[in-house]
């Protein structure tokens, strides 16, 4: 049996466990996982014994040799319309669909096609399969991280006082491509000075200053899969107020990567950071949650947060990323890629992170 058709098999059980009779993927990266397919345009039906991978004529060929273990269908007026005629066909009473995906218009075109069928909102079943990473899929992150890793020492090497912010996010995503990405994870961040205290701040034409500290979050999506670090950098020696937080958050990340394995709350992973930097009097500077899933996507369920319900399984790929954002001043924000394994927590990141690392 091939990957995907495991993967279709153990979805058919997750759709009987919800008594429906199909279920429709609209999602792309859930097409993606089920089917193999890696085009656009497409939803893939899946039925009791038979899958219907659906798309139009630029993609048919792709998907029938990407997708084997699928049905190619080509549709001619529109996705709702070909996905509607199969499930009438099969007689399909009770269909599950993604309500976080087809907008409100599609979902009501579809139940105007299914006069007879029951549509059923149901969210996260693919994503409950996809938590949880197999051996190609860890090769396949730890590859991108790999890649990602070496692209940040190339830029790195070369950071000098008098570059702009957006100037070393675009040589970063151009040293990702050139190393074999296919694209960055995400649009990179490179936020200098008091810009760091912004969690996500887009790259400006600021000019980085000898003394400042440069926070950069980057991945690489190599082979489908993706990767996620951050790392602060200082062009010169650090005052003490930075020592200071940068140690914090360090300490705070070791805390939670050592409470990682197999049947922790995900909510006990985050309060191991947020109780340490909250006892160093930084509690609400902490003002995201501690970290989230990777995968075919850069973020992915499990969340890693104080209101998560989640727990850790054998398998999953989490980030660790706590961090400190003093308004008007700075930031710091250290992050990994972790694997879930039986024995705890494998870092797929590579790079150093003492302070004695950081400084330029």
């Known amino acids: 049996?091939?990957?995907?058709?495991?993967?279709?098999?153990?979805?058919?059980?997750?759709?009987?466990?919800?008594?429906?009779?199909?279920?429709?993927?609209?999602?792309?990266?859930?097409?993606?996982?089920?089917?193999?397919?890696?085009?656009?345009?497409?939803?893939?039906?899946?039925?009791?014994?038979?899958?219907?991978?659906?798309?139009?004529?630029?993609?048919?060929?792709?998907?029938?040799?990407?997708a084997p273990d699928c049905e190619v269908v080509r549709h001619t007026v529109s996705l709702v319309k070909s996905a509607a005629s199969l499930a009438a066909s099969a007689r399909v009473r009770t269909l599950g669909f993604e309500p976080n995906v087809l907008t409100v218009a599609?979902?009501?075109?579809?139940?105007?096609?299914?006069?007879?069928t029951r549509t059923v909102p149901k969210k996260g079943l693919v994503e409950k399969l996809r938590q949880v990473k197999d051996r190609a899929e860890i090769a396949a992150i730890r590859g991108a991280a790999a890649l990602a890793d070496a692209s940040f020492q190339a830029v790195r090497s070369?950071?000098?006082?008098?570059?702009?912010?957006?100037?070393?996010?675009?040589?970063?995503?151009?040293?990702?491509?050139?190393?074999?990405?296919?694209?960055?994870?995400?649009?990179?961040?490179?936020?200098?000075?008091?810009?760091?205290?912004?969690?996500?701040?887009q790259p400006t034409r600021a000019v980085i200053r000898p003394g400042n500290a440069v926070l950069v979050d980057w991945g690489a999506q190599r082979n489908l899969y993706c990767s996620d670090c951050t790392r602060v950098l200082f062009l010169g020696p650090p005052s003490a107020r930075w020592r200071?937080?940068?140690?914090?958050?360090?300490?705070?990340?070791?805390?939670?990567?050592?409470?990682?394995?197999?049947?922790?709350?995900?909510?006990?992973?985050?309060?191991?950071?947020?109780?340490?930097?909250?006892?160093?009097?930084?509690?609400?500077?902490f003002k995201h949650g501690l970290g989230h899933g990777v995968g075919l996507r850069v973020h992915e369920t499990p969340g890693l947060s104080a209101r998560s319900e989640d727990t850790l399984a054998e398998g999953m790929v989490v980030t660790v990323e706590p961090g400190i954002y003093l308004?008007?001043?700075?930031?710091?924000?250290?992050?990994?890629?972790?694997?879930?394994?039986?024995?705890?927590?494998?870092?797929?990141?590579?790079?150093?992170?003492?302070?004695e690392t950081a400084i330029l």
């Open 244 to 285: 200071r937080v940068y140690e914090v958050v360090r300490a705070a990340q070791e805390m939670a990567i050592a409470a990682i394995r197999p049947g922790v709350p995900c909510r006990e992973v985050d309060a191991a950071a947020r109780k340490h930097i909250e006892a160093a009097g930084y509690g609400d500077a």
């Open 1 to 66: 049996m091939s990957r995907h058709a495991e993967r279709l098999d153990r979805f058919r059980h997750l759709v009987r466990q919800e008594k429906l009779d199909a279920f429709l993927v609209a999602d792309a990266a859930n097409v993606t996982y089920l089917s193999g397919f890696r085009g656009d345009s497409s939803y893939l039906l899946v039925g009791r014994t038979r899958a219907w991978l659906i798309t139009d004529g630029r993609y048919t060929e792709q998907a029938t040799a990407e």
């Open 106 to 116: 599609t979902h009501g075109d579809l139940a105007k096609e299914l006069k007879r």
């Open 158 to 201: 070369r950071l000098t006082a008098g570059r702009t912010e957006a100037d070393v996010a675009l040589e970063l995503e151009h040293e990702m491509r050139r190393r074999g990405a296919q694209r960055s994870s995400f649009e990179a961040i490179v936020a200098a000075r008091h810009r760091s205290s912004l969690p996500h701040a």
């Open 327 to 355: 308004d008007g001043w700075g930031g710091v924000r250290i992050e990994d890629l972790v694997h879930v394994r039986r024995d705890g927590a494998e870092l797929l990141s590579s790079l150093p992170k003492s302070l």
